[in-house]
């Protein structure tokens, strides 16, 4: 099958930077897109990479590598409000369905 | 974001008992999703819909069927409810867009409580 990995849970400090890695197996990728979810709330979209490089939206971005496989949301001047899970999903070949990661809870502290 | 809503938002059923789920959207979106989400497996697909009368089964498909007979709604029935299928329910949609991504836009959310 087709595994996303993303780690469970990370902890970071408010104002800091904090990087969530996502791997995925290669053949057949079609895109990556990268969701934020609030506790008790739906998931909302964030970004989409399919080229190699870094997208940058704010204090949000989203890097791609295809050769390796990986991926990363970086993000800067942490906020409380930022504590929520983070989804990693890819698109392979040409459908449209996503296979999604089980998600990275991020913690942030004062 | 999409217009999209579910309906409803809470139930509680009896085990055995039929279960129907609607997704509504006013985004006028080709492609339909019904995904279930649990503790520590994140996303899983139901099934999905590629037009109007256009469904396939997603990994997670057993127990559940769906119908697409207009554009905007998409509906989940659980056909004989079990309290395996307790969960929340999102249902998403996707469309044509500006990068071509078609990323998928979700509803609020219907949490499902089978005792």
């Known amino acids: 099958g087709q595994n996303i990995d993303q780690p469970t849970e990370m902890t970071a400090t408010e104002g800091a930077i904090v990087q969530i890695n996502c791997t995925y197996q290669?053949?057949?990728?079609?895109?990556l897109f990268w969701y934020q979810q609030h506790a008790g709330e739906a998931p909302t979209f964030l970004s989409y990479?399919?080229l190699d490089g870094l997208e940058e939206k704010g204090r949000f971005s989203s890097f791609l590598s295809r050769s390796k496989g990986y991926s990363y949301l970086l993000l800067k001047e942490l906020q409380m409000k930022d504590s929520a899970s983070y989804l990693c999903?890819?698109?392979?070949?040409?459908?449209?369905?996503?296979?999604w990661g089980a998600g990275t809870k991020l913690i942030i502290k004062p | 974001d999409a217009g999209i809503t579910q309906s409803p938002r809470h139930k509680v059923t009896e085990t055995g008992t039929p279960v129907t789920l609607r997704c509504h959207q006013t985004?006028?979106?080709?492609?339909m999703y019904w995904y279930r989400q649990d503790p520590g497996h994140g996303l899983r697909l139901i099934h999905y819909?590629?037009?109007?009368?256009?469904?396939d089964k997603g990994e997670v498909s057993d127990g559940y069927s769906v119908s697409r007979s207009k554009t905007e709604d998409f509906l989940l029935t659980l056909e004989s409810a079990t309290s395996s299928q307790t969960s929340v329910y999102f249902c998403?949609?996707?469309?044509?867009?500006?990068?071509?991504?078609?990323?998928?836009?979700f509803g609020p959310g219907t949490r499902l409580t089978v005792t």
């Open positions: 290669t053949s057949g990728f079609n895109g």
């Open positions: 985004e006028n979106h080709r492609y």
């Open positions: 819909s590629y037009g109007v009368k256009d469904t």
């Open positions: 999903a890819s698109r392979f070949d040409s459908n449209y369905q996503l296979i």
């Open positions: 990479n399919v």
């Open positions: 998403a949609t996707a469309g044509k867009s500006r990068a071509s991504s078609y990323e998928q836009y």
